[in-house]
């Protein structure tokens, strides 16, 4: 008996995204259609201004199509109001960016807990699940430590326990090894698909690196605001 | 990690801005604080002054105001006695009262053979031990304009009647000067002598008394002091009714609680309507008008101080956020990534601008407690409107000590304004464009 394949993580249908810059209009997506299964490592690449960027943003659900729809776990997110949607991504998504993006006055492991604080966690149940993330990711010994005491890799390994922390199904990541050298941007990678190897999570990257691009299941390669290319 | 404890981390970022911006809350709420309690100094003064001038309530022959100003002894009250024996035994009015006393109010030439100088004349007729305790009814604890060292000189050392001292009165300090006698208490054998002389109502020739001048003093008020006479009832009433039986034109309360002259009058009032007494009242604000203004204009002031302190405070605050908000575009634009909501955004600026409010505020009641007990402590002296003597400089914070709650409110409900603001417009930033900040 054939298995019935589960449905998508993520469906991107006929987007298009466009921003008014003075009086030019700049098509950063035009009509892109792609499926994102569950569990995938999913890379997109493509050169600077190709849409990566915008596109990873519809996923994240922090920005909408001009046109079209994005339904990530079968939730129109096009339809929620902001608040809705605020709910919807400390649920469902996490994000790993360029720039860490920590917050600099806290410590590595209350970075980590502030996602669960925002789903209403308490107090000690956040902390031992940031704790026990920080341990996944290797930084069990630089819990007390704040952003500016760490080096670039073990911020972004802090930024991927703060991503994952929460146990969403899709976690996204914006060119996560741009700005770590190789050596960390190995390790990243590596931490990253052992997250989706134990947990099951779904990661989309952006990204320019090779390396990332060798680890993909599957990758999308971005032009002009066209898909041309899997 | 809880929400408060973030906001104050955030603070404490930039410390040197948040120094200058506590520090300007601060300064903002002790100089509200300041002047909140020199307004209230004023206040307190101006009714000390006014019952000290006039006592708290007086009683007068019903159209006295209209046509007693003239001719006030043609008003005399013609029931005196009764009226007192009522207010005493009324259980509202009883209570409250400290004093009731009676006064004749009388007006003439004063003349100094020795000098050869004359002058028109205002005359108190009191009862020596009652006027005694009118004019030191002190409840506060204010400092009194007679017991400043530059003052004390023009004020008299002794009482300004006396019972035994039958012709003995004290004069005022500007008709001292103009009758040629030396300011201060006057020598017993050598005290200058006086001849009052007032046209009686009962009409026919002018009745004159002699009179000797006890001491000089003041009552702080210009126009009052160039004409002051408190002279015995007994002699006001025998310059003015020679012959006749003690008559007053009016019966002065003084009351326990200045708060009581409301619930008094209006029994007075009630009191009138039920016995026919034939009365008007009039208060220590009504008689003393110009201590109304006076403080009127300063509550004004004080308005107008908040304000611009407001103001200012709200600009600052404002500019402060705005700067950590724009500093922090990435991280704003990374937490509501996370899923924090636009709310969440306002909730966290606005909590960080509690915190400077909190910080500003309270270090604000110190200095300004601080502050005000150096002022308190320092002999500070100046000149008040419409008073011809110094007063000294003093600010009451704590009466009441809403003066404090108030500034310290004030000033953090201004910086809770002051953060809501920038809050918004942080909340609305796009979260895309505020990543690519």
């Known amino acids: 008996m054939p298995s019935i394949p589960s449905p ?223 | 990690m809880n929400t408060w404890s973030l906001a104050l981390r955030n603070v404490w970022r930039n410390t040197r801005r948040t120094a200058v911006t506590v520090m300007a809350v601060a300064l903002s709420c002790a100089g509200l604080m300041l002047f909140g309690g020199y307004v209230s100094w004023a206040h307190i003064a101006g009714e000390v002054h006014a019952v000290m001038l006039s006592g708290h309530l007086q009683l007068f022959k019903e159209g006295f105001e209209e046509k007693g100003a003239g001719n006030p002894a043609a008003h005399a009250l013609p029931n005196y006695e009764e009226l007192r024996q009522l207010l ?96 201060g208490d006057q020598a017993g054998a050598n005290r200058p002598s006086l001849e009052l002389m007032s046209l009686p109502p009962a009409g026919g020739l002018p009745n004159m008394v002699s009179a000797s001048v006890r001491h000089t003093s003041i009552r702080a008020m210009e126009d009052l002091d160039n004409r002051l006479v408190v002279l015995p009832l007994a002699l006001a009433s025998e310059l003015m009714f020679p012959g006749e039986p003690l008559h007053v034109t009016s019966v002065q309360l003084l009351l326990k609680r200045t708060a009581d002259l409301p619930a008094v009058q209006q029994r007075i009032a009630e009191l009138d309507a039920r016995h026919h007494l034939g009365i008007e009242q009039r208060n220590c604000w009504e008689m003393n008008p110009n201590n109304v203004r006076s403080v009127g204009m300063l509550d004004m002031f004080f308005i107008f101080a908040f304000c611009i302190v407001a103001v200012v405070l709200v600009f600052t605050i404002y500019n402060t956020m705005m700067m950590g908000i724009v500093e922090r575009t990435r991280e704003t634009g990374a937490i509501r990534a996370m899923g924090v909501t636009r709310a969440g955004v306002i909730a966290m600026f606005v909590r960080e601008g509690v915190v400077i409010g909190i910080l500003g505020g309270g270090l604000g009641v110190v200095l300004g407690l601080v502050a005000a007990w150096c002022v308190n402590s320092s002999m500070i002296l100046y000149t008040p409107p419409y008073y011809n003597v110094q007063a000294k400089l003093e600010i009451f914070c704590m009466r009441p000590p809403s003066i404090i709650l108030a500034s310290f409110l004030g000033c953090f409900i201004v910086a809770v304004v002051g953060a809501f603001f920038p809050a918004r417009r942080a909340s609305r930033m796009e979260i895309a464009e505020a990543l690519r900040h």
């Open chain 2, 88 to 183: 005493v035994s009324d259980p509202v009015i009883g209570p409250r009262i400290e004093l009731v006393t009676g006064q004749l109010l009388v007006q003439g030439m004063v003349s100094h053979a020795a000098t050869q100088t004359s002058s028109t004349f205002a005359g108190i007729g009191a009862l020596a031990g009652d006027i005694e305790r009118v004019i030191r009814w002190n409840p506060y604890g204010l400092t009194e304009a007679r017991d400043i060292p530059a003052n004390r000189h023009l004020f008299a050392t002794g009482p300004e009647l006396a019972d035994e001292d039958p012709e003995g009165i004290t004069i005022g300090e500007g008709l001292a000067r103009v009758l040629g006698i030396p300011p």
């Open chain 1, 8 to 230: 998508p993580l993520v469906q991107v249908i006929d987007a298009h995204k466009e921003y008014v810059l003075g009086h030019r209009t700049v098509h950063a997506l035009r009509g892109l259609s792609l499926d994102i299964p569950p569990g995938g490592f999913v890379v997109m690449q493509g050169p600077s201004g190709s849409g990566k960027t915008t596109l990873l943003n519809l996923i994240g659900c922090i920005d909408r199509p001009t046109s079209g729809r994005v339904l990530v776990s079968g939730q129109d997110t096009g339809v929620l109001a902001d608040a809705a949607l605020s709910a919807f991504r400390a649920r469902k998504l996490g994000f790993v960016f360029q720039n860490f993006n920590l917050i600099p006055v806290l410590t590595a492991v209350e970075n980590v807990e502030y996602p669960l604080r925002i789903l209403g966690v308490a107090a000690a149940e956040a902390r031992r699940r940031a704790l026990a993330m920080l341990e996944e990711v290797g930084l069990a010994e630089e819990t007390g430590q704040r952003p500016a005491e760490l080096s670039g890799g073990q911020c972004q390994r802090v930024a991927i326990a703060r991503a994952l922390v929460a146990r969403p199904e899709l976690v996204v990541a914006d060119e996560p090894t741009a700005n770590l050298d190789s050596e960390n941007g190995s390790m990243i990678i590596r931490t990253m698909r052992a997250m989706r190897d134990r947990a099951g999570t779904t990661f989309v990257i952006s990204t320019h690196d090779p390396e990332v691009s060798a680890q993909a299941d599957q990758r999308w390669q971005l032009r002009d605001g066209h898909l041309c290319a899997s």
